[in-house]
């Protein structure tokens, strides 16, 4: 099949986004499609070599009289001159805002010197469920969105959530997050639990960017609930607004020393190659990548039911979901979890889970995706 030439637009943060970008445009090289991020600064995750991969920063001159320097105006011209010289076929945008309304500029400059460049916009979340539906965003979100030629979401919630806040035209169609489990996998790090868990105590973990959405007062209330029943320690890995009254709140309820907040982790695999459990109470949720890097590693998972987790933890499977903020029902059944009867079973159908997402599966729905997209746009431009 003929190789492709893709553009590929992210946050190059550790968030799941960019971490869903990153690795997709370094399977898709893998592949001997040749891949051109276009971005702000090196994504965190792209961090190998491949005769296929190039990075392109934007540059985004400030001056005395912007306020807010004009990012969006950088990208668009960025994309501009990456489509143009590098002769791309298509340009993928992860999160719609502010990259598929960019992209929609660039498209239009480009016409107007005779390229035709296909867009994919694919939807990851909060630039749906919290910022895009804010009426400051969502005409232009909405716009972007229809002036998209193909649009992906991460789960059929998410796809839900775009039909029910926004006026859409146009088909999205699902494809959802990925794993590379030859990545993330288990691996032995026993000493690491011995200096963690030195009387062989559960180990829980949550993973997040800390903000509000996580709900990280939920994770330290069930652990203080859990702490109470069996010995157990807790690691916080992520940074973000929320940390300093998490912390505030482990002081108030005299639990610090069972508790370690490691800041933001590249190599979180290893972290999760020793946990028991991961928590994810989230207030909203359109997938949950953390999850699956979880479940992948054979950890277990408490989450609410938020969004598109149940699309990924089965109730009863590979964990337990709970209502948003029931913090008592999250901690019966961290302990049914917990229960050594029981935790090998979660943990065995974590991983049988997590396969179903192995990014041997999902690479070939967005190859598909990109050939069909390209040859729609192709004939509409005969017509
Ligand atoms: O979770 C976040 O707040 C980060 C956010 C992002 O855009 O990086 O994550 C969203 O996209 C991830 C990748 O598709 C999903 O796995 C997360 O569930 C989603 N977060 C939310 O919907 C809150």
């Given at each position: 099949?003929?190789?492709l030439?893709i553009?590929?637009?992210?946050?190059?943060?550790?968030?799941?986004?960019?971490?869903?970008?990153?690795?997709?445009?370094?399977?898709?090289?893998?592949?001997?499609?040749e891949?051109?991020?276009?971005?702000?600064?090196?994504?965190?995750?792209?961090?190998?070599?491949n005769?296929?991969?190039f990075?392109?920063?934007?540059?985004?001159?400030?001056?005395?009289?912007?306020?807010?320097?004009?990012?969006?105006?950088?990208?668009a011209?960025?994309?501009?001159?990456?489509?143009?010289?590098?002769?791309?076929?298509?340009?993928?945008?992860?999160?719609?805002?502010?990259?598929?309304?960019?992209?929609?500029?660039?498209?239009?400059?480009?016409?107007?010197?005779?390229?035709?460049i296909?867009?994919?916009?694919?939807?990851?979340?909060?630039?749906?469920?919290?910022?895009?539906?804010?009426?400051?965003?969502?005409?232009?979100v909405?716009?972007s969105?229809?002036k998209?030629?193909?649009?992906?979401?991460?789960?059929?919630?998410?796809?839900?959530?775009?039909?029910?806040?926004?006026?859409?035209?146009?088909?999205?169609?699902?494809?959802?997050?990925?794993?590379?489990?030859?990545?993330?996998?288990?691996?032995?790090?026993?000493?690491?639990?011995k200096?963690?868990?030195?009387?062989?105590?559960?180990?829980?973990?949550?993973?997040?960017?800390?903000?509000?959405?996580?709900?990280?007062?939920?994770?330290?209330?069930?652990?203080?609930?859990?702490?109470?029943?069996?010995?157990?320690?807790?690691?916080?890995?992520?940074d973000?607004?929320?940390?300093?009254?998490?912390?505030?709140?482990c002081?108030?309820?005299?639990i610090?020393?069972?508790?370690r907040?490691?800041?933001?982790?590249?190599?979180?695999?290893?972290?999760?190659?020793?946990?028991?459990?991961?928590?994810?109470?989230?207030?909203?949720?359109?997938?949950g990548?953390?999850?699956?890097?979880?479940?992948?590693?054979?950890?277990?998972?408490?989450?609410?039911?938020?969004?598109?987790?149940?699309?990924?933890?089965l109730?009863?499977?590979?964990?337990?979901l709970?209502?948003?903020?029931?913090?008592?029902d999250?901690?019966?059944?961290s302990?049914?979890?917990l229960?050594?009867?029981?935790?090998?079973?979660?943990?065995?159908?974590?991983?049988?889970?997590?396969?179903?997402?192995?990014?041997?599966?999902?690479?070939?729905?967005y190859?598909?995706?990109?050939?069909?997209v390209?040859?729609?746009?192709?004939q509409?431009?005969?017509?």
């Amino acid at each position: 099949m003929e190789k492709l030439k893709i553009g590929i637009v992210c946050y190059p943060t550790f968030g799941g986004s960019g971490v869903v970008a990153t690795e997709l445009g370094k399977a898709l090289a893998t592949q001997g499609n040749e891949i051109h991020f276009i971005t702000y600064s090196q994504p965190s995750r792209l961090d190998f070599l491949n005769e296929n991969l190039f990075y392109h920063e934007v540059d985004f001159r400030t001056y005395p009289l912007f306020e807010y320097p004009p990012y969006e105006l950088a990208l668009a011209s960025k994309m501009v001159s990456v489509v143009t010289n590098e002769k791309l076929d298509l340009l993928h945008v992860h999160y719609a805002i502010p990259h598929a309304s960019a992209a929609y500029m660039a498209k239009q400059i480009l016409e107007t010197k005779g390229i035709r460049i296909p867009v994919i916009t694919t939807l990851h979340g909060t630039d749906i469920t919290l910022v895009g539906k804010d009426h400051s965003y969502e005409p232009v979100v909405t716009f972007s969105i229809n002036k998209s030629d193909g649009v992906t979401a991460v789960s059929e919630d998410l796809k839900r959530e775009t039909y029910e806040h926004f006026d859409i035209t146009s088909e999205i169609e699902v494809i959802p997050n990925f794993i590379d489990l030859q990545k993330f996998k288990k691996q032995k790090k026993d000493h690491f639990k011995k200096a963690i868990c030195p009387e062989d105590e559960s180990l829980i973990v949550h993973i997040s960017n800390f903000r509000k959405v996580k709900r990280i007062m939920d994770v330290i209330h069930i652990f203080h609930n859990i702490r109470k029943e069996i010995p157990s320690k807790l690691l916080m890995i992520g940074d973000g607004p929320e940390r300093t009254e998490a912390e505030e709140l482990c002081r108030t309820l005299d639990i610090c020393d069972d508790i370690r907040f490691l800041g933001k982790l590249e190599a979180i695999e290893e972290v999760l190659s020793v946990a028991d459990l991961f928590l994810l109470p989230s207030e909203k949720e359109s997938f949950g990548l953390a999850a699956l890097e979880a479940m992948a590693c054979e950890v277990p998972v408490i989450s609410s039911n938020a969004g598109g987790l149940p699309e990924l933890n089965l109730q009863g499977k590979t964990g337990f979901l709970s209502e948003v903020g029931d913090v008592e029902d999250m901690t019966r059944k961290s302990l049914f979890v917990l229960d050594k009867n029981n935790l090998p079973e979660f943990k065995k159908r974590a991983l049988l889970r997590a396969k179903e997402f192995d990014i041997t599966q999902i690479l070939p729905l967005y190859e598909n995706y990109y050939r069909k997209v390209i040859k729609k746009t192709s004939q509409e431009v005969e017509i």
